[in-house]
């Protein structure tokens, strides 16, 4: 049986814990792009981002060490570590997810997760904020096929997250809504989507850390958290290794 005492102590830290003003570190490595941002009560205080080739090995830790720095905050400060969730590169998000754990295992603080494709609707949102719209991020998942999913002006998702192979028959069921499609998986499809006269490509739109922790202090003040230990990225198809080709 919990003592009086201790219920008191108990209440006393959730309350302070509350009443602080939350820093969440987020980190953005499901796509090409490396971004990590830092965010105090949903305000941006840093970002540091880079549209690379998959650069995020590199780059990761020092951008969370920068970010940090600009601010003249550290680790120990951090209240949350946000990740983007997938769908996307497998290697990008085993790289992600697995210096988030770290982080939150080593600090003891919590892990939150936010659909990829949810987060670059917010940026799209942010530039492209029309009633009735609807929004397609797109991630590249090779050839002609897309990681995608369609969601509102309130970002409830109107379409589940799917790979698919995009033609001319594609989005049928989107046809009368104005659509704004984007991200490094659009730009191949604009051939067979172009004919689609409500839909509207937006070019130079990609994950960021910075739409990724407004997310992720919504899930903060929730209290949405997942499991350190048990928490896998939604890598949506498996991953497939390929035989290097024999050099001659």
Do not use: W
Not at 83 to 92: N, Q, R, V
């Amino acid at each position: 049986m919990v003592k009086k005492s201790e219920k008191l102590v108990r209440s006393y830290y959730l309350n302070e814990k509350k009443s602080k003003m939350a820093l969440i570190l987020s980190l953005e490595t499901a796509t090409k792009v490396c971004s990590v941002a830092l965010h105090q009560d949903g305000e941006l205080l840093a970002i540091k981002e880079i549209n690379a080739d998959y650069s995020h090995s590199e780059n990761l830790t020092l951008f969370i060490q920068e970010t940090l720095s600009e601010v003249n905050k550290c680790l120990t400060d951090l209240d949350a570590v946000a990740i983007s969730k997938g769908p996307g590169s497998y290697t990008g998000l085993r790289i992600g997810v697995s210096s988030a754990k770290g982080l939150c295992y080593a600090l003891d603080i919590p892990l939150i997760a936010v659909e990829t494709l949810k987060s670059m609707s917010l940026t799209a949102k942010q530039s492209h904020d029309a009633k009735e719209s609807i929004y397609l991020p797109m991630i590249d998942a090779r050839r002609m096929e897309v990681f995608c999913a369609a969601f509102d002006v309130d970002l409830a998702c109107v379409r589940d997250t799917v790979a698919e192979i995009i033609d001319e028959n594609s989005f049928l069921d989107l046809s009368v809504q104005q659509v704004y499609y984007f991200g490094d998986g659009a730009e191949k499809c604009q051939k067979e989507l172009s004919a689609k006269k409500n839909f509207t490509y937006l070019p130079q739109l990609f994950p960021s850390a910075h739409a990724l922790g407004l997310l992720a202090f919504a899930r903060y003040k929730a209290n949405q958290f997942e499991d350190v230990a048990y928490f896998e990225p939604f890598y949506l198809k498996d991953f497939i290794a390929t035989t290097p080709k024999k050099l001659l």
